[in-house]
């Protein structure tokens, strides 16, 4: 084995685990995520003395990380305030992030399955109407009438959580058409996962896109599950970026942990739509640390293969990096942790604090019956 030559405390990167592996040798472990780390080829970087965006990257992937155990949290807890469908996004922050980073505010539009909270809290949603809409509060981004699989802010072109798989893969293929015929210049990020690539409306939505040249970036979040059930048992095309290949798209697969790698293929896949050229597919492959939704007893994995996944925490990997470079230490770090503690608190006392809808409000926001051409 060979000397322990980074400079954090372990048990730090034990925060960043959803569950502590038990029986585990915390030392051992750390050892191996620093030796993951390096045996990456790719991860070399030259000093930096900046690194204002990397530590704010790294501080969002902190945030949604709080921010989703904070949930988990709340939602298990006696006297229970969060109800309802909920499906947390930890392991997965790297995408989100990644993606925000290069999205134009004003321009590009996301759109998104029901693991949703990274997504907007990564596009600048404030994490007090986040956690509101999960306690189901008027004070919700969504009036806390959606919950947690419909946050949306469509000012800044968050487009939302959909809960019927698949159902928003056309739509993120409508939003595309929209920026291309009004001349905008944006782009689609349209995020699914890998279960939803086996829905027909994923196939009709690929095929027009294409033959429609649509500035959208399809992002499979392959976190190897649709719910029990893995990709091997669901896909008979084992490379889900091959799932693309049908429809005369450029396809690719790539580490979805690493936000660096996030960006460098978003960026080239935006530029490409941006450039006119058409829609892009991505197989992005990732990993959920929690379960598919709340009561989930986890049966269908083995704690060999939850122990080997933690080893590629997107966090860690990013944290990491940053230190290698010079521009993180314990003392930022630290700051960084406390930070977003509070911020994920405060969230909760706004939340708890905020009324619930009243009955009156029932019946708003609803579709309307009346179509304009119905007599
Ligand atoms: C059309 C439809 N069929 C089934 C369901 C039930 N369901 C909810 S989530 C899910 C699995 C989807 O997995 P995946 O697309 O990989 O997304 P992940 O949960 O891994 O993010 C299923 C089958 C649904 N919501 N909609
Ligand atoms: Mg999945």
Redesign the pocket.
């Known amino acids: 084995m060979q000397p322990l030559k980074v400079h954090m405390n372990p048990t730090k990167l034990y925060r960043y685990r959803t569950d502590a592996i038990e029986g585990g040798n915390r030392e051992s472990h750390y050892m191996a995520v620093v030796n993951e780390v390096e045996k990456r080829p790719g991860l070399k970087v030259t000093p930096s003395v900046a690194g204002n965006d990397e530590r704010k990257r790294l501080w969002m992937m902190m945030l949604i990380r709080r921010f989703e155990e904070r949930t988990y949290q709340e939602y298990t807890k006696p006297g229970q305030r969060i109800g309802g469908f909920c ?1 947390l996004y930890s392991g997965q922050e790297a995408l989100a992030v990644g993606a925000a980073a290069i999205f134009q505010k004003g321009k590009d539009y996301l759109f998104n ?3 949703d909270h990274g997504h907007s809290l990564a596009l600048g949603m404030d994490p007090k109407p986040a956690m509101a809409e999960l306690f189901g509060r008027t004070t919700g981004c969504s009036k806390g009438k959606g919950g947690s699989m419909h946050f949306f802010q469509a000012e800044v072109g968050n487009m939302g959580g959909h ?5 928003h893969i056309p739509l993120g293929a409508g939003a595309a058409f929209a920026c291309k015929y009004k001349k905008t210049g944006g782009v689609c990020f349209t995020f ?6 086996n ?1 027909g409306t994923h196939n009709e939505a690929l095929n027009l896109a294409s033959l429609l040249k649509l500035p959208v970036i399809f992002i499979i ?3 190897g ?3 029990g ?1 893995q990709v091997a048992r669901h896909s008979a095309e084992k490379d889900l970026s091959k799932r693309g290949l049908g429809y005369a798209m450029p396809t690719k697969s790539i580490d979805g942990n690493d936000v660096d790698v996030v960006i460098s293929e978003l960026k080239a896949a935006a530029d490409y739509c941006r450039a006119g050229n058409g829609p892009t597919y991505i197989c992005a492959n990732t990993y ?1 640390f929690r379960g ?2 709340m009561s989930d007893p986890l049966k269908y994995r083995t704690k060999e293969e939850a122990e080997k996944a933690r080893l590629r925490d997107p966090i860690t990997i990013y944290e990491h990096r940053l230190r290698e470079k010079g521009v993180l230490d314990d003392a930022t770090f630290e700051e960084m942790e406390n930070d977003v503690a509070a911020i994920v608190n405060e969230a909760v006392q706004f939340a708890d604090q905020s009324p619930h809808p009243d009955v009156s409000e029932m019946y708003k926001d609803i579709l309307a019956e009346q179509y304009p051409l119905q007599k």
């Open positions: 499906h399955g029901y693991r809960g019927i798989v698949g159902a699914f996962g890998d279960g939803a690539v829905q979040e392959n976190n599950l649709a719910m059930t959920r598919h939704s």
